[in-house]
């Protein structure tokens, strides 16, 4: 009994043992043999200026946009306000109530379409690629954001709709990779000449095509640029499909070099799920690699998380922050953010309504705050009211509170609004209200007597 007693214990004890001492003896492992190499001088960077300055408004430094400061020469180009600087172009604010309220009079339309939102669009070309799973959610975005894209194209895998113009690849898909790699096929083939930046996303992502064009404006669209959430999985850097990755043309075009046929498209990597782990992989063995598209505030521009548990607080155990290549020092989020994890469609018709649709007025607008302009002046509206309610047109000159004592004559409470619908005033009863109250007495109690109701034969 004894020796039962004491092979029990000495189990709970060795599992106990194996419980605490094998994570620790992972995490050493994981030092020791597994290097996060990145892609830049960290020590060049000094993010504790900015976490020690409460977020204000002002302008937003994206870390790539610095890294392109240090290493290309042209230090007075590279910021979104230095670049329009440099093409000669000055930013000016609209009254936001008279452009939203009325346009047409008080602004041209080439003022109109110079707005900085459409100039950027004409200027700065996203073509965006969805991967589609739910027809649902693939309609939600041809609905919402999808509209603000360039180009864009839905890809599937046996998914047919009428009313969704999905692509499904002839060929035999044997993994996820291979699917990813004959999309972009296709769209190289077809959009090549015109392409600049393209973002690859499922249907579970809202993208913010606007914010994007402002991130990549001042960057090169022929130079290789691999944007997103970076982390480091099995010594690989990569960025995660789960929120979104950002392909310019110049690193669009070295893959395609790569992989310009199915046969190479099924030998690039054969799990499902993993499409965004080969994709940096074969980035990173043509030299490109992830961006760091934190803001100077190093708050995230890329969410793989929906916007509610980004809000509110997320548990951050799986890989996705653990394994950060740019770790966020900020909850949520870079007011130029660019995706989000939304995994319904009603949420997405939500979050577009109050991006691009619901208008709040600060204390700078004055649309709400100014009398409502009136076509008939406040002297008129007493007259009016009686020869339409008294039947009296002979008084040319006559103050609001003189008609409140004819009105009150009739109307004793509110209550009897609807008593004396054929009421007529005759002149003596008139007279004596008038000249009650030029007399300073107010009360028309002995003037009603005087009043007659007349009725329709």
């Keep these: 009994m004894r020796f039962r007693f004491l092979k029990q214990r000495s189990v709970f004890l060795i599992g106990l043992g194996i419980g605490f001492v094998f994570p620790l003896l ?149 993994s996820s990779w291979q699917l990813l790699c004959e999309a972009m096929n296709y769209i190289w083939k077809k959009t090549a000449p015109k392409l600049e930046w393209i973002i690859i996303v499922k249907d579970d992502t809202m993208v913010i095509p606007e914010n994007l064009r402002y991130m990549i404006a001042p960057l090169d669209h022929r130079d290789d640029y691999y944007l997103g959430h970076p982390i480091v999985l099995w010594g690989q850097i990569y960025n995660v499909a789960q929120s979104g990755y950002v392909l310019s043309r110049g690193a669009l075009a070295k893959v395609m070099q790569m992989f310009n046929t199915t046969e190479k498209c099924i030998a690039g990597g054969k799990y499902w799920k993993k499409e965004d782990y080969y994709l940096g992989k074969h980035l990173s063995s043509l030299g490109i690699h992830p961006s760091d598209t934190r803001d100077q505030y190093l708050r995230g521009t890329f969410h793989g998380y929906s916007l509610q548990n980004l809000l509110w607080g997320v548990i951050r155990p799986d890989s996705y922050f653990t394994r950060a290549l740019y770790p966020t020092k900020r909850e949520c989020c870079s007011p130029i953010s660019v995706t989000f994890s939304v995994t319904e469609p009603d949420k997405m018709y939500t979050l577009n309504y109050l991006l691009y649709h619901l208008h709040v007025f600060d204390g700078e607008g004055k649309f709400g705050n100014i009398p409502a302009k009136m076509q008939i002046l406040e002297d008129n509206v007493w007259k009016i009211a009686l020869q339409e309610e008294f039947n009296i047109t002979h008084l040319n000159d006559i103050s609001s509170d003189a008609y409140y004592e004819i009105w009150h004559s009739k109307y004793s409470e509110p209550g009897q609004l609807r008593i004396a619908d054929n009421y007529r005033m005759t002149p003596d009863a008139l007279n004596c209200l008038l000249a009650s109250y030029k007399a300073g007495n107010k009360s028309a109690i002995n003037c009603k007597s005087k009043t007659v109701n007349s009725t329709k034969t």
């Excluded at 409460?54 to 230095?82: A, C, D, M």
């Excluded at 346009?103 to 073509?127: A, C, D, F, G, M």
Aim: proline share 3%; net charge positive; glycine share 2%.
């Design 26 to 174: 992972l995490s050493l492992l994981r030092n020791i043999f597994v290097i996060d190499s990145t892609c830049e001088d960290q020590s060049s960077w000094q993010p504790e200026y900015y976490l020690s300055k409460p977020p204000q408004r002002e302008e937003i430094i994206l870390r790539h946009w610095e890294k392109v400061k240090r290493t290309s020469g042209y230090f007075n180009t590279v910021t979104y306000y230095t670049w329009l600087a440099a093409q000669n172009l000055k930013l000016y604010k609209l009254d936001l109530d008279r452009y939203l309220y009325d346009p047409q009079k008080e602004y041209s339309i080439r003022e109109i379409e110079s707005t900085e939102w459409n100039w950027l669009k004409k200027r700065v070309s996203v073509t965006c690629m969805v991967f589609v799973e739910k027809l649902k959610m693939g309609k939600s975005i041809q609905a919402t954001w999808g509209k603000h894209c360039n180009n864009i194209y839905f890809f599937g895998h046996h998914l047919k709709d009428a009313e969704l113009p999905i692509i499904n690849i002839d060929t035999k898909i044997m």
